[in-house]
């Protein structure tokens, strides 16, 4: 695997051994004191990639999600045991596909509509004794299997159970009974196979508080000799409101309605809006000139080619994720030569990633921008 080298925030990258203060001698006079010759003195600077905690904790505090996409990153490099020094945290290929699809997950779990309360128990929690696993489902084999479901509120609600039938001989379909507080509520033959389960959907209506769910397996079937069997393969089971939400980033990242925009041009400003203060919090920055008109450009181009307003944004957004800008804790924009080139901005996000390893919150924003 090849890794891409870690940069600097002055001059060139530092080579593995060389000596730190050869740039101060290079840069100095005899003699001088001058506040140019002083900036001088200041060491390389490696630019910092966000470790696995950094990234996760950052894209919550951006997006509002409870995902932890840095999980299938891998380990970060320890030195010393630490797991956040700069000159350890390269970038390879791999880890590179990886910011891409966790801008993917995280942007879609941010803005994807879902459903008020969703609870979702998976095949380990289904797995009642007589069964077996079957990959990543469970063979229920004729016992039921039960959970229990704690509602926050009276409100209409759908049961998912994803599952599968499997059959052997002349076996018939298997079939299934669904009870909720001992009541039955449902029964139907099970679609679907082990390679592809299916959801059976029962709608009802529950009360706030505890409810005890079965599934209960109603013509189970294991004749050995006559080699004839069926079996339901469980997946989940799920209880979720009809009712449904806007996803938990739509507030963070939305700062304006484009359909409460009274024109196209309106709308489209908002849109505008939207990228600029997006971008500003992800690369914890104000933007260029120039960035800026390329995000907005961006979402007019993929616009223009068939998407719609927000897939197009959704687009954007993870551009900006997948940008150097977001997963590197980089100096601001000013030139290589600037005196001043750990200015508020890159003192906030020192601040932030070393007090709660995540970006900085608004009140250092502020402080920033004052």
Known sequence: MVSMAVGCYRGGPQLAGEDETAGDDAGTTDGAESGDDAQA???????????????????????????????????????????????????????????????????????????????????????????????????????AASVEIDVPQDADHELVLTAGASTIGPAPEPTVALEVDGAVIASFTVQGGGATPQDHVIPLALTAGVHS????????????????????????LSARTVETVPGPGRSLIYVCEPAEADTVLLSQGCYAAIITHFAYRAWRR?????????????????????????????????????????????????????????DDYVLASRLSYFLWSSMPDERLFEAAED
Do not use: C
Request: net charge negative; no cysteine.
């Open 41 to 143: 003195d200041i060491p390389l600077q490696g630019l910092h990639r966000l470790n696995r905690l950094e990234y996760d904790n950052t894209v919550r505090d951006l997006v509002g999600t409870a995902l932890r996409p840095a999980a299938a990153f891998g380990p970060d490099p320890e030195a010393n045991g630490f797991d956040n020094m700069a000159d350890q945290l390269g970038l390879s290929p791999v880890l590179l596909d990886g910011y891409a699809t966790a801008a993917r997950q995280v942007v879609a779990d941010a803005l994807d509509v879902r459903p008020a309360f969703l609870v979702r128990f998976t095949s380990e929690a289904l797995n009642v004794p007589g069964g077996y696993p079957v990959g990543n489902l469970w063979a229920l084999s004729g016992a």
């Open 213 to 236: 769910v079965r599934v209960v397996p109603t013509n189970f079937i294991n004749d050995p000799v006559a080699n004839t069997s069926n079996n339901v393969l469980v997946a989940s």
């Open 286 to 342: 104000p933007l260029t000139g120039d960035e800026e008109t390329a995000l907005v450009q961006l979402w007019a181009t993929t616009r223009a080619n068939g998407e719609s307003d927000d897939d197009a944004l959704r687009i954007v957004l993870r551009a900006v994720m997948t940008s150097p800008k977001f997963f590197y804790r980089a100096r601001t924009s000013a030139d290589d030569d600037d005196p001043e080139w750990l």
